[in-house]
């Protein structure tokens, strides 16, 4: 199936978003796409199956829905399908707006793509990793209050979903999860993190504090949180991460926080991805940055390289070696 999504990717005629200061069209964040653009994905998620990369992730135009990026080695992708929506607004999907920070999660043969839209998360499924994503019963997770930003994570039997809820800020929150029903277990509700780093809010008083964007992993006996802090706005937008025994904590906090920012890949506003491991076998996470020093949007899309020492329960970005992917066809 790889293989034939590659295949069958085809070339879009002119994308209407940024142009840099010599006019030339370079920024690759709508369903159009020219060669030798940069990906404009913010938010970005990247799931691997079949020695093939599937990237999708907020578009400049997020009222709409979800496009798709394949490749084969990170740097080089092209649109699937064309170009053409994953999940399309209007489509048996709940939401008309913020089509935000989605995850593609694989479970018995079926994908899931967790996405947020109208400040709600959203559970939507397919037989195909390209899509197209429906929902049986249109209707977000927990439509109770708002809430955004979704990531499942499985632990033995019992699944978990964290997300953001809204209190004078945004926090991460975890909930057990049903797959069969796609609703969580209120009762289990826990707030995971709060703000008590100088470096997760330095806008002097602004914003609320801001904590979002989270992805769980386990390897051995310990769980590892990365999220974002900062408003998005900010340039000190950054991502740091927590370890704990649970799934559901306490988190300890790396007390070298943050791992990605500024002063570390050199590019302002740098955070909010996901975590993957390549074909390679190696670690990596993909994240946006601001389109540039002046200007936030659209967003820009990196993927670092990580350097992890699971002894010591470190992680680190490889600054030298931050790919910027960019269309091919």
């Not at 740097?75 to 053409?84: A, D, M, R």
């Not at 593609?104 to 079926?110: D, M, P, S």
């Not at 590019?267 to 996470?285: L, Q, R």
């Not at 940055?289 to 470190?314: C, E, F, G, W």
Request: charged share 20%; with cysteine.
């Amino acid at each position: 199936m790889a293989a034939a999504i590659l295949a069958a990717a085809t070339a879009c005629v002119k994308n209407k978003e940024t142009a840099d200061a010599d006019g030339a069209r370079t920024c690759a964040d709508s369903v159009r796409f020219e060669p030798g653009q940069e990906i404009c994905f913010a938010d970005p998620t990247i799931y691997v199956e079949d020695s093939t990369y599937y990237m999708t992730g907020t578009l400049g135009d997020s009222s709409k829905g979800f496009v798709m990026l394949a490749s084969s080695d990170l740097k080089n992708w092209v649109p699937v399908n064309g170009g053409s929506y994953i999940l399309s607004t209007g489509k048996s999907v709940y939401g008309d707006k913020g089509f935000w920070a989605p995850q593609i999660y694989k479970e018995n043969g079926k994908y899931y793509l967790f996405y947020t839209a109208n400040e709600q998360t959203v559970m939507a499924q397919s037989s195909s990793v390209s899509g197209p994503y429906r929902q049986d019963s249109i209707k977000p997770i927990d439509g109770s209050v708002k809430n955004i930003d979704p990531f499942l994570f499985k632990d033995g039997e019992k699944y978990y979903l964290y997300h953001v809820r809204f209190n004078h800020g945004n926090y991460i929150w975890v909930a057990e999860y049903d797959m069969s029903t796609g609703e969580i277990d209120k009762s289990t509700l826990k707030q995971c993190l709060d703000y008590t780093a100088e470096w997760e809010k330095t806008d002097d008083g602004k914003w609320d504090p801001i904590m979002e964007g989270p992805t769980v992993i386990k390897l051995g006996d310990t769980y590892y949180l990365f999220y974002s802090a900062n408003h998005f706005l900010n340039p000190d937008y950054a991502m740091g991460y927590a370890t704990a025994k649970s799934a559901t904590g306490p988190w300890t906090k790396y007390e070298s926080n943050p791992v990605l920012h500024r002063s570390i890949v050199g590019e302002n506003g740098s955070g909010h991805g996901d975590f993957f491991y390549g074909t390679d076998g190696k670690p990596y996470y993909v994240y946006h940055v601001h389109n540039s020093d002046s200007v936030v949007a659209p967003r820009k899309t990196r993927i670092a390289p990580l350097v992890m020492d699971i002894d010591k329960k470190t992680i680190k970005v490889d600054s030298d070696n931050i790919i910027i992917p960019r269309i091919s066809l």
